[in-house]
């Protein structure tokens, strides 16, 4: 069955697709780096094996590339990213331009006019005054352009479809029933849900990039730098006290993580939830990644507490796979309910849902 999920991050393009029954991930980093299209820096970079456009006097490196250019060379201003706080960056006038060479190379062409992507968005956030509108018209209009057949998806609620938390109410276990929470690079995305069904969502403006910033101003150093040591050697089990950036880095997860326990607690009194069985959270994203990470969101989440009860909190499988892998769920979902309508000759009739927890059997999402 043909379909695509993407994963549309701030730091990183994350797209899955089925192929032999087997899910396949393309990867790509959120960035790219400018450099004058002089002397013989294009023959430099083919040599090299880089990802790269050319645009009128000036060459884009693209991808995981351009952070290596910016790292080798030190030019910090030159490396830059389509996407800030999990949306189109609206300080970055390549920021469209960039964003399409990098959705394109992730997802490629439909295998066919009117194939079923699912693309990831984030909640509105509590916390900035800013929604998701443009960016998500602008990436949608794009995928269009490309010839898929588009639907937008919350980016927590993938991680419900690709983790499957439970609970268990009179001997029955509800698939697709909790929470999940989506430590990306520019926010932090929850979501909560019941038997498939979204049932609350925001967003938080602060996450990795935040963390990042605060780092690099506190020890007087890029933030390039900041992600690179994050990224090679953020360890919660063992943090040297000798080094000032990951004493900084400790100090500032800490931080977002009760910022966002404190956002979840007072959204969901706001919401006035009445959930009495235990729920189980799912944590994934890029940010959530470090060793340890979950450990101390468990230790926290006991200090500062909910308003609902839970009985226990996991890292996704995979923390950078996880909300592509649920969107692809999504798409062959969407696929298959067309196909179901299509069959019935157009009505409503829908396809039975399959049972949980299968990659061929998820439940028909509306």
Not at 23 to 44: G, H, I, K, L
Not at 180 to 196: D, E, K, L, T
Not at 225 to 243: A, G, M
Not at 321 to 327: E, L, S, T
Request: proline letters at 5%; one cysteine or more.
């Amino acid at each position: 069955m043909c379909a695509k999920g993407v994963d549309i991050g701030t730091c990183f393009l994350v797209g899955a697709e089925l192929k032999d029954g087997k899910e396949v991930f393309t990867m790509e980093r959120d960035a790219f780096f400018s450099m004058p299209n002089e002397d013989f820096a294009e023959d430099m970079l083919t040599k090299a094996g880089a990802f790269y456009i050319i645009k009128g006097e000036q060459i884009y490196v693209v991808g995981e590339d351009a952070l290596k250019f910016s790292m080798v060379t030190g030019n910090q201003k030159d490396y830059r990213r389509p996407m800030a706080k999990g949306v189109l960056n609206p300080g970055e006038e390549e920021a469209i331009s960039m964003m399409e060479v990098l959705l394109e190379a992730v997802v490629g062409k439909p295998s066919y006019q009117g194939e079923v992507i699912c693309a990831t968005m984030p909640a509105n956030p509590v916390d900035a005054d800013f929604d998701v509108t443009f960016h998500r018209m602008v990436l949608e209009r794009f995928l269009k352009k490309l010839g898929y057949d588009v639907k937008c998806i919350n980016e927590a609620m993938c991680i419900i479809y690709s983790e499957n938390p439970t609970v268990t109410i009179n001997n029955e276990v509800l698939p697709f029933t909790g929470i999940a929470i989506s430590f990306g690079a520019g926010m932090v995305n929850f979501a909560a849900s019941w038997r498939a069904k979204k049932l609350l969502e925001f967003s938080c403006g602060r996450s990795g990039d935040w963390i990042d910033r605060q780092v690099a101003k506190v020890r007087s150093v890029p933030v390039s730098k900041v992600q690179s040591h994050k990224e090679k050697y953020l360890n919660f089990d063992r943090i040297d006290p000798t080094d000032q950036i990951m004493v900084a880095l400790e100090i500032y997860y800490e931080d977002l993580i009760r910022y966002t326990i404190v956002n979840i607690g007072q959204q969901l009194k706001a919401a006035n939830a009445t959930i009495d069985e235990p729920v189980e959270i799912v944590v994934a994203g890029g940010t959530s990644k470090p060793p340890g990470f979950v450990d101390r969101f468990r230790a926290l989440l006991r200090e500062i507490g909910l308003p609902i009860p839970v009985k226990g909190v996991r890292h996704a499988k995979d923390p950078l796979k996880a909300v592509a892998a649920g969107a692809l769920i999504a798409a062959i979902s969407e696929e298959k309910k067309r196909k179901a309508v299509a069959a019935a000759g157009g009505g409503e009739e829908k396809a039975p849902a399959p049972a949980a927890g299968k990659k061929g059997g998820v439940p028909l999402i509306s």
